[in-house]
């Protein structure tokens, strides 16, 4: 599976993995939603399972994909400062997205 991150996100991502809550923990991507040809996305703290897949990014920061959930393989997880602070998390391989 695949995963990007760009490095807006990945600064995000690290000041997270870095509060005492997060210790043992790593960032999943899941899917919130399903709504027949796209799905929608969220990041939360979690620890894996036997259905997941450690994705390496270029940014040292390793994601948590579940491995039998196809709209994850190629997400992409930005973090925007303008407009406003917001994650955006898509997936161009399926062109859909959702703002976090």
Not at 13 to 19: A, N, P, R, S, W
Not at 25 to 35: C, L, N
Not at 72 to 85: A, S
Request: aromatic share 8%.
């Amino acid at each position: 599976m695949k995963c990007k991150i760009n490095k807006n996100a990945a600064k995000v991502l690290k000041e997270m993995l870095g509060k005492p809550e997060a210790e043992g923990k790593m960032i999943r991507v899941y899917v919130t939603h399903m709504h027949g040809d796209h799905a929608h996305y969220d990041i939360r703290l979690d620890t894996p399972t036997e259905n997941d897949e450690i994705v390496k990014t270029d940014k040292d920061i390793d994601i948590l994909l579940d491995k039998n959930e196809g709209f994850l393989d190629g997400v992409w997880l930005q973090y925007f400062y303008v407009p406003k602070e917001e994650f955006v998390i898509t997936n161009p391989s399926k062109e859909h997205h959702h703002h976090h």
